[in-house]
């Protein structure tokens, strides 16, 4: 009976219209984001080559023409003359392409001066708000000390962050899990109710209503866990051919704690393999809970969309409270409420000054009160009165 419900689940999941729809434009999101809008998105302080040898030649002219009219001697009021200005940014500039010419990283790492396009930056914050490029800018320095002594081979994607394991990484610190976790709701959001539309095989099934229940939850959240791991080894094998597949030692940036309370915290790093696999307790429980979640909202509720706009008010909720200067809600610590974990890949990093450990404690209890929830509501609403 087990293995006739759970087949009969993932088969209904497969076949539903909606959910091959949501597959299909995630399938066309990766290739999109890896074929083009990557390949096309300029890294922290990249340059553009094309647009560098122009302003060499800009510069060219314009020292030779100063020097040309014997214009060479430095203002009174600046201290300098546009003759030196741009005899010195065409020495820069010069030494900035051969090196890219040469495809030497560490040099290009090593040479401080960069062409910096301001406009492009705003771009950037705006057009890739789902990744966490903004919060891991500011780690460029201790991740290029990595690079310069240790990254064996390094490559230009490799510092740009377009490696594999370096997009997850982004995905997660960003707003990666909230992503993850709407598209579960979306496809899970009519499993329990579907069987209302099927009274005269359902209602009189010899099984055990909760557990009924639990075995349908648990098979949706397989078939979408199988999709989620298929679509990130497609994107993993794609991406890593494309940039590479990076390295699980390469740095990823943390706020370290203080030494006093005397003190500010620091920036740190930490390897990408460890923030992976501290992801994954939160990634797993997060995703069940929300599996439950929408259990008992389909007992309770007992429509499809009307439960699927119930959760993800769950899920969006700390989005109407929250902000930097947020601690405390309705006097207890932010600490002790599920939802300030659900942006996980924050608080590993600790950019939310989070406790790791308490987060998994906290969201444990809350899973113990979503079943003891679903038992109450299972023993409440007979299975004879929610499918008829």
């Given at each position: 009976m087990i293995r006739q419900i759970m087949s009969e689940t993932v088969t209904y999941m497969w076949r539903?219209?909606?959910?091959?729809?949501?597959?299909?434009?995630?399938?066309?999101?990766?290739?999109?984001?890896?074929?083009i809008l990557l390949p096309n998105r300029p890294g922290a302080n990249e340059v553009d080559i094309t647009q560098l040898e122009r302003q060499m030649e800009a510069n060219?002219?314009?020292?030779?023409?100063?020097?040309?009219?014997?214009i060479t001697v430095p203002t009174f009021f600046t201290g300098t003359s546009a003759y030196e200005v741009a005899r010195n940014e065409y020495v820069n500039q010069r030494e900035l392409l051969t090196v890219l010419n040469n495809g030497d990283v560490r040099r290009y790492l090593e040479i401080p001066y960069r062409p910096v396009d301001k406009e492009k930056e705003d771009d950037l914050g705006r057009a890739f708000a789902i990744q966490g490029y903004n919060d891991e800018q500011y780690f460029t320095e201790q991740k290029t000390d990595y690079y310069l002594n240790k990254a064996e081979p390094l490559t230009f994607h490799m510092v740009h962050e377009r490696t594999s394991l370096?997009?997850?990484?982004?995905?997660?610190?960003?707003?990666?899990p909230y992503v993850l976790l709407l598209i579960l709701?979306?496809?899970?959001?009519?499993?329990i109710i579907k069987d209302r539309s099927l009274r005269t095989q359902k209602a009189g099934v010899p099984f055990n209503w909760f557990n009924y229940l639990f075995i349908?939850?648990?098979?949706?959240?397989?078939?979408?866990?199988?999709f989620f791991v298929?679509?990130?080894?497609?994107?993993?094998?794609?991406?890593?051919?494309?940039?590479?597949?990076?390295?699980?030692?390469?740095?990823?940036?943390?706020?370290?704690?203080?030494?006093?309370?005397?003190?500010?915290?620091?920036?740190?790093?930490?390897?990408?393999?460890?923030?992976?696999?501290?992801?994954?307790?939160?990634?797993?429980?997060?995703?069940?809970g929300f599996t439950r979640l929408n259990t008992l909202f389909s007992l309770i509720i007992k429509h499809d969309t009307v439960t699927f706009i119930a959760s993800v008010f769950v899920l969006l909720f700390p989005?109407?409270?929250?902000?930097?200067?947020?601690?405390?809600?309705?006097?207890?610590?932010?600490?002790?409420?599920?939802?300030?974990?659900?942006?996980?890949?924050?608080?590993?990093?600790?950019?939310?000054?989070?406790?790791?450990?308490?987060?998994?404690?906290?969201?444990?209890?809350?899973?113990?009160?979503i079943e003891i929830l679903n038992y109450t509501a299972a023993k409440s609403i007979k299975r004879q009165a929610y499918l008829r």
């Open positions: 539903n219209k909606k959910n091959r729809l949501v597959m299909v434009l995630c399938l066309g999101g990766v290739l999109l984001h890896s074929l060219r002219q314009t020292f030779e023409d100063q020097l040309e009219k014997g370096q997009q997850l990484h982004l995905f997660l610190i960003g707003k990666g709701l979306f496809m899970i959001s009519d499993v349908q939850s648990v098979a949706a959240l397989g078939f979408a866990t199988v298929g679509l990130t080894t497609l994107f993993i094998l794609l991406n890593g051919l494309l940039h590479g597949f990076g390295s699980f030692a390469m740095p990823v940036g943390i706020i370290k704690e203080a030494a006093s309370a005397y003190l500010p915290p620091s920036p740190s790093t930490m390897e990408i393999g460890t923030f992976l696999v501290k992801s994954l307790p939160y990634l797993i429980v997060l995703m069940y989005q109407l409270y929250y902000s930097a200067a947020t601690d405390k809600l309705f006097g207890i610590p932010l600490s002790f409420y599920p939802q300030s974990y659900y942006s996980f890949g924050e608080v590993i990093t600790n950019r939310l000054g989070l406790p790791y450990d308490r987060g998994l404690v906290v969201l444990a209890v809350t899973l113990l009160i």
